[in-house]
């Protein structure tokens, strides 16, 4: 239970970190953060008096290890886009082009490189790496990532890089990533354009990608009725990562009119 709660407090920061960096870089598409708080104050041990009963109580370590950390994040209105949504429904290709623009827009500034310390040594790039309908809001003013926990901070101090915690759903991930010995040598933007691709495929096809010893499959029929250049466009970005798009540049100045 211990290590449950030390992960999930992780995971938690991980997301308050991201969503530092991307204030920083002025992102738009994000919730926005408002305040980090916890449930129990570390500092006062009791004893205390419950407001209702009045009975006494002390704030014990087992209590203080189960308290939780909570972000406080704007309310952003609307579905998640594995949900049924009408213009999703009504104009699958209009909806999935919007989507694709608006979240490669959002990944495209979290990829850029910033230096962190004054002398230039530290510097940090960001991947999302767990992309999926599931993590993206559509309402009436645009698109949204929500669940940015799954980020990783690519850290390089003076040459040597480290990362955080790796989070994945199978179906989206790149190949590279499942093969990976260590996650800090493939950790490319490439990686992204991968699951955005995936989730496109998903969007429009109304079909997950399906998982065949460990590949992921998809079922081309499925958007071959949208336009062989669209096809060409999706299939290019799920390709082997040397046939890939390269970055999400690249996703924007192609994408199919």
């Known amino acids: ?115 962190i310390s004054e002398d230039g040594g530290k510097k940090i790039k960001m991947f999302y790496c767990d992309l999926k309908p599931d993590n993206i809001i559509a309402d009436s003013s645009g698109f949204f990532l929500i669940d940015i926990g799954s980020f990783i901070l690519l850290d390089t101090l003076n040459g040597q890089k480290s990362s955080s915690n790796l989070i994945t759903t199978e179906g989206y991930d790149a190949p590279e990533i499942k093969k990976a010995i260590n996650i800090v040598d493939v950790l490319e933007p490439t990686v992204d354009v991968y699951s955005l691709g995936a989730t496109a495929y998903e969007v429009l096809s109304g079909a997950k990608p399906t998982i065949d010893n460990g590949e992921n499959i998809f079922d081309w029929s499925l958007i071959k009725p949208y336009g062989d250049s669209f096809l060409e466009y999706l299939k290019k970005m799920v390709a082997p990562k040397k046939e890939r798009f390269k970055d999400m540049r690249e996703i924007i100045e192609n994408l199919p009119r």
Do not use: C
């Open 1 to 115: 239970r211990e290590l449950e709660i030390k992960q999930k407090r992780r995971i938690i920061k991980n997301e308050m970190g991201a969503f530092i960096h991307s204030w920083r870089r002025q992102i738009n598409g994000l919730p926005v953060f408002l305040d980090f708080i916890e449930d129990i104050n570390p500092e006062i041990y009791g004893p205390h008096k419950d407001v209702n009963s009045g009975d006494k109580f002390n704030i014990t370590d087992e209590t203080f290890i189960k308290n939780e950390f909570y972000l406080v994040l704007s309310f952003v209105s609307g579905q998640q886009i594995s949900e049924p949504i009408s213009l999703k429904t009504n104009k699958p290709l209009t909806f999935t082009r919007k989507m694709i623009l608006s979240i490669a827009h959002i990944l495209e500034k979290f990829h850029e490189e910033i230096v």
